[in-house]
């Protein structure tokens, strides 16, 4: 298990959130898949929620926004200590963002942004939200990871951007590197698109959800309306599954230990 109360290092994953159509349904789904208690946020904010487990705030979940036809989705949001720098850096290396830098509230200053791949993140510079109280416990996230058909343009941009080193994971067929913050902290992955893949195919952030049975919580996922886009298989690094919930946003299920404390 790992809690914070303080910011998150610039360019980790501090945060993500949902921009769901049905913020109430949302929070039925999500509450049974993970058993968060999801107060409804105030209407001044679009109602947008936090959900908490074990009373530690773990993820958003609010409005769906963009233009008509934006699907609903997860957005990863990656830590800075000043958006308004590292905004100019993005468009430098070649990105773009899709919002205004915006104040919430007191909360925070954000934007969303698309890097030179097409994936879409947020940036956060923390204020009163910090970010995920709590992460790498079933229930919370565990990892995010970036894939695209640019293995390599991928890390130039955010090598420049956020000042990641990698480390290697790739094997015969598959290209894919750690997220490294001073050499040493690994806050995420960024892979490639398997060969033979349509090259088409949007490049995007995903979040994966730390379960103590990956293959129970599937079957929870597809009991409360969702489905299922990759079956649960065993990997090196726990058993993984790729599902969507009823509104099709898709996250992914890792099998994380429970902590022992």
């Given at each position: 298990m790992v809690t914070r109360d303080t910011p998150w290092p610039d360019g980790t994953p501090c945060w993500v959130d949902l921009g769901t159509p049905d913020i109430p349904k949302a929070i039925s789904f999500y509450s049974r898949q993970f058993g968060w208690d999801i107060p409804i946020g105030a209407p001044e904010f679009g109602g947008y929620s936090s959900a908490l487990l074990d009373g530690r705030q773990a993820v958003g979940i609010g409005p769906l926004t963009g233009p008509p036809g934006t699907p609903s989705a997860w957005t990863t949001y990656i830590a800075t200590s000043d958006a308004d720098a590292t905004a100019d850096t993005i468009k430098g290396a070649g990105g773009q963002l899709l919002t205004e830098l915006m104040e919430v509230a007191d909360l925070g200053r954000m934007a969303i942004a698309a890097d030179i791949t097409g994936a879409v993140f947020g940036l956060w510079q923390a204020r009163a939200h910090s970010g995920a109280k709590v992460a790498n416990v079933p229930g919370a996230v565990a990892w995010n990871e970036h894939m695209s058909s640019d293995f390599e343009?991928?890390?130039?941009?955010?090598?420049?951007?956020?000042?990641?080193?990698?480390?290697?994971?790739?094997?015969?067929?598959?290209?894919?590197?750690?997220?490294?913050?001073?050499?040493?902290?690994?806050?995420?992955?960024?892979?490639?698109?398997?060969?033979?893949?349509?090259?088409?195919?949007?490049?995007?952030?995903?979040?994966?959800?730390?379960?103590?049975?990956?293959?129970?919580?599937?079957?929870?996922?597809?009991?409360?309306?969702?489905?299922?886009?990759?079956?649960?298989?065993?990997?090196?690094?726990?058993?993984?599954?790729?599902?969507?919930?009823?509104?099709?946003?898709?996250?992914?299920?890792?099998?994380?230990?429970?902590?022992?404390?």
């Open positions: 343009g991928a890390k130039a941009f955010y090598a420049a951007v956020f000042g990641y080193e990698y480390g290697d994971m790739s094997s015969d067929g598959f290209s894919y590197a750690t997220l490294l913050i001073n050499g040493q902290q690994v806050v995420g992955g960024i892979g490639a698109f398997p060969s033979g893949q349509d090259a088409s195919h949007p490049a995007y952030w995903s979040v994966y959800f730390g379960a103590s049975d990956t293959d129970k919580s599937v079957d929870t996922a597809v009991g409360h309306g969702g489905r299922v886009i990759r079956p649960a298989t065993d990997s090196p690094y726990g058993r993984m599954a790729v599902v969507a919930d009823p509104e099709g946003a898709v996250f992914s299920l890792i099998s994380t230990p429970a902590d022992d404390d």
